[in-house]
């Protein structure tokens, strides 16, 4: 086993493969006996979470020991602090837990190698995607990443079937088909015309045609949230006009957490609301614009973070 030192040292080395998002660093350190070894470096006030890899094979490894700093996790409802020594052993582990670093926390990660080599390659890819997001602007950057962050946590309060991956990356690429849209429009701070309206809706069904068409499986699964993200409960959306159930709960949980952020963030075209105008709009469009279990949901979760959005 290395040292502490020693995989510090390893990790200040430029040449072994990492993988880098807004909120971690995955550092490859090495593979054997079946097992890869990595360092996983959470950032402060960073959110994440571990859950399970659904696999069919029965000898699966999925370990996060703390080297440095302390975690907060939440474990069925209840929070506790992980120290530098405490495990965590997701190998069997189907529940998905919240991670809160309020400093860096290093965390050696221990994985199956053939799943850790699959999800380290698709990472690196998906976050080369995510980078085209971020180059586009601060508020785009942040927005997406608010999102995510946002619909995880609501979705695993509301109904944590589906896969982590799939909301997290749906709701984070929600909009990535504005990519295609021409910034002038896109940006646009007067009333915009009925051909340029009608440009900014195509950014749903251009997204989801470029996901549909990725060779990642996960990014393909999560392809149906960036297509339903603008469908209203009560027809009134677009693309299609889908009505209540018809619509994804996934989709639904975007639509309410981008509609907030977007309510409670200057824009070019108009300022900010207040948290609490924003939640008396929510509380308006409950059951017309918005699934109303969503809504419910998400004014609770909202109360217990004290309303603050950031
Ligand atoms: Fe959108």
């Not at 990660?109 to 799943?115: I, K, N, P, W």
């Not at 995510?148 to 589906?162: A, G, H, N, V």
């Not at 018809?246 to 609301?273: H, K, P, Q």
């Not at 709009?281 to 809504?295: C, I, L, R, S």
Request: hydrophobic share 35%.
């Amino acid at each position: 086993m290395l040292t502490i030192k020693q995989l510090q040292d390893l990790k200040q080395k430029m040449h072994l493969p990492k993988v880098v998002t807004d909120k971690s660093v995955t550092t490859y350190i090495g593979s054997a006996n079946g097992i890869t070894y990595s360092l996983y470096t959470l950032f402060p006030g960073s959110t994440s979470w571990i859950n399970y890899h659904p696999n069919d094979h029965v000898e699966y490894t999925e370990k996060y020991t703390i080297l440095f700093g302390e975690l907060e996790i939440d474990k069925d409802g209840d929070k506790i602090i992980l120290y530098p020594g405490d495990v965590i052993d997701a190998s069997m582990d189907h529940a998905v837990h919240t991670c809160y670093a309020k400093e860096t926390v290093e965390i050696l990660f221990e994985m199956t190698s053939f799943v850790f080599e699959r999800s380290f390659t698709e990472r690196e890819i998906i976050q080369r995607d995510a980078r085209k997001i971020q180059e586009v602007d601060g508020y785009t950057y942040h927005h997406c990443a608010r999102i995510r962050d946002y619909s995880i946590e609501l979705w695993k309060r509301i109904s944590p079937q589906e896969s982590l991956a799939v909301i997290s990356i749906g709701s984070y690429f929600h909009d990535i088909g504005k990519l295609a849209i021409p910034l002038e429009v896109l940006n646009k701070p007067s009333k915009l015309t009925n051909a340029e309206w009608k440009v900014i809706k195509m950014h749903t069904t251009l997204g989801a045609e470029l996901m549909r068409n990725h060779h990642i499986d996960r990014i393909r699964k999560a392809a149906f949230i960036v297509e339903e993200h603008h469908e209203r409960y009560d027809g009134k959306g677009y693309p299609y006009g889908l009505m209540g159930s018809e619509i994804s709960l996934e989709a639904s949980i975007v639509a309410v957490v981008d509609a907030f952020d977007a309510m409670t963030t200057n824009r070019v075209y108009r300022g900010a609301m207040t948290i609490e105008e924003a939640i008396q709009e929510m509380k308006d469009g409950k059951g017309t614009q918005f699934n109303p279990v969503v809504v419910d949901e998400f004014l609770k979760m909202l109360e217990e973070k004290n309303n603050k959005w950031d």
